[in-house]
């Protein structure tokens, strides 16, 4: 069964630091690029980040480049979010999910910046 597991997300102020994760199952994690997205309230949801298979290349959304970074360890079959200098617009429900072939979308990690 393909699972996808998302954590770490929190409460934070602007200008601070997160790490999130997402942990994968039931399928060749090492196979497939993955890509983050996030879902304010009201709002489409976004992609943010991808890397390719084997994190060889990234690619970041306008909106996050400089500030986050994308990144996986398939031993652990995890890729990761390093999220810097937050803002408030970046409070949202974080998911992720593969490039190709997407599966059903996780709980996703609340992410809330606040001052």
């Known amino acids: 069964q393909v699972q996808l597991v998302e954590s770490g997300g929190g409460l934070v102020q602007p200008g601070e630091s997160l790490r999130l994760s997402c942990a994968a199952s039931?399928?060749?994690?090492?196979?497939?690029?993955m890509t983050w997205y996030r879902q304010a309230p009201g709002k489409e949801r976004e992609w943010l980040a991808r890397i390719s298979y084997n994190g060889g290349r990234t690619t970041y959304a306008d909106s996050v480049k400089g500030r986050f970074t994308i990144s996986r360890d398939n031993a652990k079959n995890t890729v990761y979010l390093q999220m810097n200098s937050l803002k408030l617009e970046d409070a949202a429900v974080y998911y992720c999910?593969?490039?190709?072939?997407?599966?059903?979308w996780g709980q996703g990690t609340q992410v809330t910046v606040s001052s």
């Open positions: 039931g399928f060749t994690f090492s196979s497939y690029g």
């Open positions: 999910n593969r490039d190709t072939n997407p599966t059903a």
